[in-house]
């Protein structure tokens, strides 16, 4: 089954350092997703990536997709405080014959940004 | 902005009782998901659910679970007797859309707590 799966687990960092997150997963996708979760709450959608794109920007995040090595990373430049949180990697399985749809995460990465 | 809204947002039971865990979706959308995580890991799907029925679900969500909308607004989870393993962090989630590119939108969780 399709599964991201995120590196580092856990990346410390001081305030104002660039962030950098991989994903990595394993069959083909229709687009992959960034989510965030702090600590003890649901997951909020950060940004979408297509599987013909390449980059993408939102604000400070910048996302990039490799389908050849089937890869994507997340790089938060300027990082704050608020930015401590978990992030992870979703595929879509979409299926459009069965109308079934799904995301699968991986397990994450731990931010933790130290002012 | 609208929010899926779960409820409880602990939940501790015995072994072998049942739990019932509540959503309210968002109130256009008309795709609703439920996840779960264990111990902060990773995201696990359980379960979709379109035009009152299950579109899709993992090997997770066995006989013991139920998903059920009794009326316009709530999405049930139902676990029929629960096990120490059904500890865990369940999300429900909502979309307006499906397929590829929809996002997700969470709920904050419900912490079960089997004993």
């Known amino acids: 089954s399709q599964q991201g799966e995120e590196d580092p687990q856990a990346l410390s960092i001081q305030e104002g350092e660039n962030a950098t997150m991989n994903c990595s997963y394993k069959t083909s996708i229709n687009n992959l997703q960034w989510y965030r979760q702090n600590s003890g709450r649901g997951l909020v959608h950060l940004i979408l990536?297509?599987?013909?794109?390449r980059e993408k920007h939102s604000g400070r995040l910048r996302v990039t997709l490799d389908t050849s090595k089937k890869s994507s990373s997340l790089l938060i430049t300027a990082s704050r405080a608020a930015d401590t949180a978990s992030y992870f990697c979703a595929t879509d399985n979409w299926d459009s014959g069965a109308g079934s749809y799904q995301l699968t995460f991986g397990k994450g990465t731990k931010l933790s940004v130290i002012p | 902005e609208p929010e899926v809204t779960q409820t409880p947002s602990h939940q501790v039971t015995q072994m072998g009782q049942e739990v019932i865990l509540r959503c309210v979706p968002i109130s256009n959308h008309l795709y609703f998901y439920w996840y779960r995580q264990i111990l902060r890991q990773k995201v696990e799907f359980l379960v979709s659910?379109?035009?009152?029925?299950?579109?899709?679900k993992s090997e997770i969500f066995d006989d013991q679970f139920s998903v059920e909308r009794p009326d316009g607004s709530n999405f049930t989870l139902k676990i029929r007797s629960t096990k120490l393993e059904d500890s865990a962090m369940y999300f429900c989630?909502?979309?307006?859309?499906?397929?590829?590119?929809?996002?997700?939108?969470f709920g904050s969780g419900t912490q079960l707590s089997v004993l």
């Open positions: 659910f379109y035009n009152n029925e299950i579109s899709e």
């Open positions: 989630a909502s979309s307006d859309g499906a397929g590829s590119n929809e996002k997700l939108f």
């Open positions: 990536i297509r599987s013909n794109e």
